[in-house]
T-cell receptor, first 114, second 111 residues
Framework: EAQVTQNPRYLITVTGKKLTVTCSQN?????MSWYRQDPGLGLRQIYYSMNVEVTDKGDVPEGYKVSRKEKRNFPLILESPSPNQTSLYFC?????????????FGQGTRLTVV | AQTVTQSQPEMSVQEAETVTLSCTYD???????LFWYKQPPSRQMILVIR??????QNATENRFSVNFQKAAKSFSLKISDSQLGDAAMYFC????????FGQGTILTVHP
């Protein structure tokens, strides 16, 4: 089954404790990205990757890191989480960045930083 | 850059009736698409319907249809014969490189 898998689905952590949210896709997609969803703001792009070893900032990259060592995996790293990073996070993948290309989303990770 | 605005934070509808969710957008591109995503309580993002900007005919997918007004930059979603399973958050989005989303509209369906 074609899918994007994120883990964990729920995470509660304390301020400053490094964490990683994993994302894996099995569709051989080139393009992957991370979004965060906040009430009243919709989803906003954090980082994206057009291919292996190629990553770039989205609209809200502060406080996050990513890596793309393999085509299928695109982990999101919070080196020192803060309460303002409490949010719902989505990983997405697509075949490319072409006009109208559909993105496929993971199930989301609800992160709470206390 | 693209912007998308959904001015209705919440909407409600009675089962079997029709509801329309509003979306306005802005883009400088001439060739683009518009999407509506559904996010049920499971949090899964589901693409409900898409519209190609150069097509004058409004897209339709079963009970879901759009009213695309290109000059007004408006892209509303109409849900006919609403069902309890339609209850969700709905997002309007422009896929151009990244996805640019609106703020979302929570739809409640009353039995």
């Amino acid at each position: 089954e074609a899918q994007v898998t994120q883990n964990p689905r729920y995470l509660i952590t304390v301020t400053g404790k490094k964490l990683t949210v994993t994302c894996s896709q099995n569709m051989n997609h080139e393009y992957m990205s991370w979004y965060r969803q906040d009430p009243g703001l919709g989803l906003r792009q954090i980082y994206y990757s057009m291919n292996v070893e190629v990553t770039d900032k989205g609209d809200v990259p502060e406080g996050y890191k990513v890596s793309r060592k393999e085509k299928r995996n695109f982990p999101l790293i919070l080196e020192s989480p803060s309460p303002n990073q409490t949010s719902l996070y989505f990983c997405a993948s697509s075949q490319g960045q072409g006009v109208g290309t559909e993105a496929f989303f993971g199930q989301g990770t609800r992160l709470t930083v206390v | 850059a693209q912007t998308v605005t959904q001015s209705q934070p919440e909407m409600s509808v009675q089962e079997a009736e029709t509801v329309t969710l509003s979306c306005t957008y802005d883009t400088s591109e001439s060739d683009y698409y518009l999407f509506w995503y559904k996010q049920p309580p499971s949090r899964q993002m589901i693409l409900v319907i898409r519209q190609e900007a150069y097509k004058q005919q409004n897209a339709t997918e079963n009970r879901f249809s759009v009213n695309f007004q290109k000059a007004a930059k408006s892209f509303s979603l109409k849900i006919s014969d609403s069902q309890l399973g339609d209850a969700a958050m709905y997002f309007c989005a422009i896929p151009y490189g990244k996805l640019t989303f609106g703020q979302g509209t929570i739809l409640t369906v009353h039995p």
